[in-house]
């Protein structure tokens, strides 16, 4: 993984020293609250419903074991003993104190991490495939390109304070796990007709309260013109996008008003001036790339006998392979998926004590890394299958290893209600009682892939317009209630879920989602998706089971 440089290192010690010096004015009274809140955000520091929030970068989603134990040590002495992964790959404290902020970030800049830019109108924290580098469809690894625009991105003077945040995700596998669609800006690794290979360029996609899928406006870039096309889109959109109206403020507004092909052509006509000056060489990218060279991979067979007999000896183990782990490119190596999803755990959560267990095994079994998938998962992506038994009796000790990955008990969820300031409901609860549901094993793998994504207001943290199945919080004079969706997706062929009717009260949205299970085991075809069977037969036959003929 990338390491910082000392260009890197006195930013980021730089940075916090500042924080320090604006938080010390702050609570002596010499900064107002309207002059400190632009400084927090810039440093990842919410105040939500009971206390401060602080948002850690963690660039593409990657980690360290020692930056997972950092991750551990201020989770226990500055917050609850617990942090909160999201769908960004980020990680958030939820009860930190403000006068300790400064703290929280001189340790985390001893271990080459801070908050930067994980907040504000600014280019936030680029995502990519938390498979990168490890999956078998891949075209060429992403990362390097990710680090490239954090690089490029951070501080840079002319975005500092765009008309909103900018979210920018890279692609470099056949299917897209980076959900380049509903990004500002999404990269997708293609190859041209004559081999080379180059980007796909999307712009306007996002969710939130206006969802919309993002428009190819450039099929073919040269990666020597990644860095000018993507200032060339960021020039036009600070130029033009609205001020006026924060929920209008967003890129893909933009686009949508002034249309593609216009669009299209103000950022050509941008890039036209700056491509020549801002030429991204061979040697940088080979600089870049080399961080994320191969590990020492051993020369392993395929097979694995001991392994095989394991799954035949023991049932359990057999599932969590199956729904927990992942081919890898190289033979005789498998990514494992962490599950941050047990049931009666807010999904996304990890104790302290977890944290420092996840950095032994990740020394112990994968090379000292550790992935964050957007799904509020982890990734130990390089274990050898003859250490697989081991690690999941490991996980299993730990409440990591809930067979779930990829099912309908594999929910994602906003934080919601019962932390964030911005929320009309709660979230957590909500996946709780949906996870109840499937106390019968079996019953959730015969339902097979199904995305359940949960928010608590329509910012759509929980990215709820893009689940197979959405469920959206709503206030009604004062109560909970929940929207449902059917039918969205952020995969490769991307789409907006439909919404299924009116709103349910808060105890309805088990027995609903049960209701909607119910009719696609029986509207199904065989071997079909729930997906597929929504696309096939749209969500009539379902409102029918849910509210009736009437």
């Known amino acids: 993984m990338y390491q910082y440089d000392d260009y890197d290192q006195t930013l980021v010690n730089e940075r916090a020293a500042q924080f320090r010096d604006q ?8 900064l107002t609250e309207d002059q400190f809140r632009p400084l927090r955000l810039m440093n990842g520091l ?9 948002r850690i970068a963690i660039p593409y989603g990657l980690l360290s074991s020692r930056q997972m134990r950092m991750l551990a040590h201020i989770a226990r002495k ?5 942090g909160h992964f999201t769908t960004r790959q980020n990680l958030q404290f939820n009860w930190p104190k403000l006068e300790e902020v400064p703290d929280i970030l001189d340790d985390l800049a001893s271990v080459q991490m801070h908050a930067i830019q994980t907040s504000g109108n600014c280019i936030r924290n ?32 002319e ?7 900018f979210k920018i995700a890279v692609s470099g596998s056949v299917r897209d796990r980076a959900a380049t669609q509903v990004h500002d800006i999404g990269l997708q690794l293609v190859k041209n007709e004559r081999g080379e290979i180059g980007f796909e360029v999307l712009v306007g996609g996002g969710l939130g309260r206006t969802p919309i899928i993002g428009v190819v406006i450039r099929p073919f870039l040269e990666k020597q013109h990644l860095l000018s096309y993507l200032e060339a889109i960021l020039r036009v959109y600070n130029r033009f996008g609205r001020r006026d109206n924060k929920f209008k403020a967003r890129i893909k507004i933009l686009v949508k008003d002034t249309g593609k092909e216009k669009f299209t052509g103000m950022v050509e006509t941008e890039w036209a001036k700056i491509r020549d000056g801002l030429a991204l060489d061979e040697a940088e990218i080979d600089r870049v790339r080399a961080f994320f060279a191969p590990p020492a991979y051993e020369d392993l067979p395929t097979g694995d006998a001991e392994l095989d007999r394991r799954k035949l000896d023991d049932a359990q183990f057999a599932t969590w392979f199956r729904h927990n782990t992942v081919d890898h490119k190289i033979p005789g190596y498998r990514a494992v998926f962490l599950s941050l999803k047990a049931h009666g755990a807010p999904p996304g959560d990890l104790a302290a004590s977890q944290m420092d267990a996840v950095a032994e095994l990740a020394d112990r079994y994968s090379f000292g890394e ?3 998938t957007h799904t509020q998962n982890l990734i130990l992506a390089d274990v050898r299958q003859s250490e697989l038994y081991a690690l999941w009796q490991a996980l299993t000790g730990l409440n990591l290893a809930t067979p779930n990955i990829g099912t309908a008990g594999d929910i994602i969820a906003c934080p919601g209600l019962d932390y964030c300031a911005l929320a009309n409901a709660t979230s957590i609860p909500i996946a709780n009682g949906i996870q109840r549901i499937f106390d ?11 995305r359940i994504n949960i928010s608590g207001c329509m910012n759509g943290c929980g990215h709820h317009t893009v689940g197979h199945i959405g469920i959206l919080g709503v206030d009604k004079k004062g109560e909970e209630w929940y929207q449902i969706t059917l039918g969205g997706s952020s995969s490769n062929e991307a789409s907006l879920g439909e919404r299924l009717g009116p709103s349910v009260a808060k105890h309805q949205v088990a027995p609903v989602i049960e209701q909607i299970f119910h009719a696609y085991r029986e509207l199904r075809l065989e071997d079909e998706a729930f997906l597929e069977t929504v696309r096939r037969i749209g969500i009539q036959p379902f409102q029918e089971r849910v509210y009736g003929s009437h």
Do not use: N
């Open 23 to 30: 938080t010390r004015r702050f609570l002596a009274g010499q």
């Open 46 to 54: 919410y105040i939500q419903r009971h206390a401060p929030m602080l």
């Open 78 to 82: 500055y917050d609850k003993g617990y």
């Open 126 to 157: 680029t995502t990519s495939d938390h498979l990168a580098g490890v999956a078998a469809d891949e075209l060429e690894d992403p990362r390097p390109y990710c680090e490239i625009i954090r690089q490029w991105s951070t501080l840079h003077p």
């Open 159 to 165: 975005f500092a304070f765009l008309p909103r945040k």
């Open 370 to 372: 550790i992935r964050v």
């Open 440 to 450: 019968d094993l079996d019953y959730l793998y015969d339902l097979g892939d199904i």
